[in-house]
């Protein structure tokens, strides 16, 4: 089992930064592909950014490509999302993802094995 926690969400302006990170515990033994979803009301959960386990290899949807970064360091546990020249229609939960034993890249969710609860992203115009 792996554990994931959200933090970092909040209220920013159109053209603001957030930054937010995703820890993990439990089974982090294990190497763990991991990547960022969002779901807006009303729609479904969609692909952000993923990063495979060494971290040299990333992708990212192409409505958030420039804006925001995804990394992580597996020393702590952590992966992170730097969000910069937010727009209103990124606002949404953002939810981390972790797949265990898998150190590529995964763009979808069925793909992944274990889920945060969400933090919530509000951009204001």
């Known amino acids: 089992q792996v554990q994931l926690v959200e933090s970092g969400g909040g209220l920013v302006q159109a053209g603001g930064s957030l930054r937010l990170s995703c820890a993990a515990s439990?089974?982090?033994?294990?190497?763990?592909?991991m990547g960022w979803f969002r779901q807006a009301p009303g729609t479904e959960r969609e692909f952000v950014a993923a990063?495979?386990?060494?971290?040299?290899?990333?992708s990212y949807a192409d409505s958030v490509k420039g804006r925001f970064t995804i990394s992580r360091d597996n020393t702590k546990n952590t992966m992170s999302l730097q969000m910069d020249s937010l727009k209103p229609e990124d606002a949404a939960i953002y939810y981390c993802?972790?797949?265990?034993?898998?150190?590529?890249?995964?763009?979808?969710?069925?793909?992944?094995?274990?889920w945060g609860q969400g933090t919530q992203v509000t951009v204001s115009s």
């Open positions: 990063i495979n386990w060494s971290g040299y290899i990333t």
């Open positions: 993802a972790a797949r265990v034993a898998v150190t590529s890249i995964m763009r979808t969710p069925a793909q992944y094995d274990y």
């Open positions: 439990g089974r982090t033994g294990s190497r763990y592909s």
